[in-house]
Structures are given as C-alpha cells and as structure tokens.
C-alpha cells in the first residue's frame, strides 16, 4: 500500500469532517469485515476510497520498498544497492544490447531492479558500486514472474547518487503459526504438505533477460527459445491451520527433489505431467520448514504464502539434536 498507516489516517482526517478516532475505528470495522485478511493500510485505503479520496494523488516523493507494486508508472525511491550481478549481452534484431540486475534494499525490504543499453555504463565505469546509495527517479515497475516486481528506469527516469543514510532492512524472520499469518508478514512456518495442485509446473522465460516469454517471444528480445521454470503450489498444515503455498525456481526444485532440467525431461519437455505429478505424490507428507512473504492472492482473495526458503526436515537428525541439547543440560 501507499504511505503508512499514520499518514493514511492523517490524509483522511484532513480531507474530511471525521476525527481521527472515528477513522481509526471504521478501519478496524473493514479489517474485521474482511475476517484479517487485508491490513490496516489495505482497509484504510477502502475506506478512503469509500470516502470519494484519491489518495494515490498525494503519495510521498519517496517510496519504501514494501509500498512498490507491480504495475506502477512513477516510482521514486531510494536504497542501497546490497548486490550487482554481471552484466549480459544479448541481440534483438540484429542489434546487440546489454542488461545488468541489481538488488537494491531499504528498512522495508529489497526489490530487483534492471539496467539496460546505456544504463549498464553506471556499472562498467565503476560509478555505480555495491554498498552505494542511489536515488531513483521516474522508474516503473513489472511483474518479476515469481510473485513480486522488478524495477526498471524509463525513458525520463533517472539514477543518481545519494548522501542519505539507509538502514538496510535486518531480514529478521519470525517462526509463526499458519493461523498467526497476516498480510505482509514475513515469516517462518513448519509443517507437512497435504496437497498439490495438478496445474502446468512449468512457465517459460527468456534465456538472455529472465523475462516471461508469450507465444514463444519476448518483449525486450523478440523470438527467443524459451527456457523452462519451475512453479508448484500447494497446501501445507501445521496442526493449527492450513495455507496455500507458492513455490519459483529453486524453492520448486527442493519441494520436488529435483533439478529444473531432469524435470522437464522426464516429463518430455512439458508433454507428459504424469511422471511429475507421481513424484509430487510420493513427497504429500513430508515435512518443511518454509520462510516467506504473506499476502493475498488477489484472484482467489485468499491469504497464501510465497516461498522464498525452503528446508525439508529430518526426522531422525532432529530427534537426535533434541536428545544431544537434553543431555548437554543434564
């Protein structure tokens, strides 16, 4: 969402006749009205909306990393570039280009963002550093494929270095209960996989930009032989509650017990799911320890969990890490 509570509030109040306790009490109403599964930004945002405010009108110059969406036209923020991976070269049209990523974080969070052509020089001449501040001017935003966005500058955006001070976000995960589970949270959650959904495990991007690949073309690249990438959700249950969980690339490869490549050639390059969806069986109910975001999947309006880490638990190693812990205290 744009902005923090506090400031929503504050805006409301400002534009209306309503007092701010009045206000805090209705969005607690609407949080309640969607049983907790929008958060008190979300609800004061309906109500805003509700209200006839266009908030979106008066966002703040400089946006945090956890109120950037996919989707957004002007985004101006800054952080600290805390990783630079190498710079590609790639061709389109008989033209060759350039593209260099970036992870850039804040107190809020981290988000990917992606340099091209002339933009890469920032990195190759050495202006642009791990470790540095960066300002971020008139960028815009894309769905990154795997639950989150992708940052990029536009025609008129700009990137520059920045004085301020930012305090990179600790990364602190807390271990929660599935039915603890709100919105934004950033958790830890243990527990067995009961289901798997039978849709398509695979989606395809570019080689050369990691873009998703339509009709067997990419926007930055035209025609592309697309590669393949895993994607599998599922239900997992801790005993208390139960969540829909999103597993990309990696995360995907651990929950199955296998790599990108073998999957997608027993399964006859994406033909024949069967073999997968066999394997998929054998693992429902094995255990994992799970770390990710919370949010609410906007199709279904439901609460799931994207998996940014994944661990599958050992039985016997855990009992015996127990027994060795009660000895050591004896």
């Given at each position: 969402?744009?902005?923090?509570?506090?400031?929503?509030?504050?805006?409301?109040?400002?534009?209306?006749?309503?007092?701010?306790?009045?206000?805090?009490?209705?969005?607690?109403?609407?949080?309640?009205?969607?049983?907790?599964?929008?958060?008190?930004?979300?609800?004061?945002?309906?109500?805003?909306?509700?209200?006839?405010?266009?908030?979106?009108?008066?966002?703040?110059?400089?946006?945090?990393?956890?109120?950037?969406?996919?989707?957004?036209?002007?985004?101006?923020?800054?952080?600290?570039?805390?990783?630079?991976?190498?710079?590609?070269?790639?061709?389109?049209?008989?033209?060759?280009?350039?593209?260099?990523?970036?992870?850039?974080?804040?107190?809020?969070?981290?988000?990917?963002?992606?340099?091209?052509?002339?933009?890469?020089?920032?990195?190759?001449?050495?202006q642009l550093e791990q470790g540095k501040v960066i300002e971020i001017i008139?960028?815009?935003?894309?769905?990154?494929?795997?639950?989150?966005?992708?940052?990029?500058?536009?025609?008129?955006?700009?990137?520059?270095?920045?004085?301020?001070?930012?305090?990179?976000?600790?990364?602190?995960?807390?271990?929660?209960?599935?039915?603890?589970?709100?919105?934004?949270?950033?958790?830890?959650?243990?527990?067995?996989?009961?289901?798997?959904?039978?849709?398509?495990?695979?989606?395809?991007?570019?080689?050369?930009?990691?873009?998703?690949?339509?009709?067997?073309?990419?926007?930055?690249?035209?025609?592309?032989?697309?590669?393949?990438?895993?994607?599998?959700?599922?239900?997992?249950?801790?005993?208390?509650?139960?969540?829909?969980?999103?597993?990309?690339?990696?995360?995907?490869?651990?929950?199955?017990g296998m790599d990108t490549k073998k999957a997608y050639k027993i399964t006859?390059?994406?033909?024949?799911?069967?073999?997968?969806?066999?394997?998929?069986?054998?693992?429902?109910?094995?255990?994992?320890?799970?770390?990710?975001?919370?949010?609410?999947?906007?199709?279904?309006?439901?609460?799931?969990?994207?998996?940014?880490?994944?661990?599958?638990?050992?039985?016997?190693?855990?009992?015996?890490?127990?027994?060795?812990?009660?000895?050591?205290?004896?």
């Open positions: 969402m744009y902005g923090s509570l506090g400031e929503i509030v504050s805006r409301i109040v400002e534009n209306t006749d309503l007092e701010k306790t009045k206000v805090e009490n209705m969005i607690k109403e609407k949080e309640s009205e969607f049983s907790g599964l929008i958060s008190p930004e979300g609800a004061a945002h309906i109500i805003a909306k509700e209200l006839g405010l266009n908030l979106l009108q008066r966002m703040p110059k400089d946006l945090k990393v956890e109120n950037i969406l996919s989707g957004m036209n002007t985004v101006n923020m800054t952080g600290k570039v805390l990783r630079i991976f190498e710079p590609r070269e790639f061709e389109k049209n008989g033209k060759k280009g350039k593209v260099v990523n970036l992870i850039l974080a804040d107190e809020t969070g981290q988000i990917r963002m992606s340099l091209w052509n002339e933009q890469v020089k920032a990195v190759e001449e050495g008139n960028g815009y935003t894309k769905d990154d494929g795997m639950g989150g966005c992708e940052l990029r500058l536009g025609r008129s955006g700009q990137l520059k270095l920045s004085d301020k001070d930012i305090k990179v976000q600790s990364g602190a995960v807390h271990s929660m209960k599935i039915r603890d589970l709100s919105p934004g949270a950033n958790a830890e959650v243990r527990g067995a996989m009961v289901q798997f959904f039978e849709s398509n495990p695979f989606y395809y991007v570019c080689p050369k930009c990691e873009n998703r690949v339509t009709e067997g073309k990419c926007e930055e690249h035209g025609e592309v032989k697309p590669k393949p990438v895993l994607v599998i959700s599922g239900i997992i249950d801790d005993g208390y509650g139960n969540i829909r969980v999103v597993f990309f690339r990696e995360q995907a490869e651990k929950v199955l006859e390059e994406g033909k024949d799911l069967k073999p997968l969806r066999e394997n998929l069986e054998e693992r429902l109910g094995l255990e994992f320890r799970l770390r990710g975001r919370a949010k609410v999947n906007k199709f279904f309006e439901r609460l799931e969990l994207v998996a940014n880490q994944i661990e599958e638990i050992d039985p016997e190693k855990e009992a015996k890490a127990i027994l060795n812990n009660l000895k050591e205290k004896n």
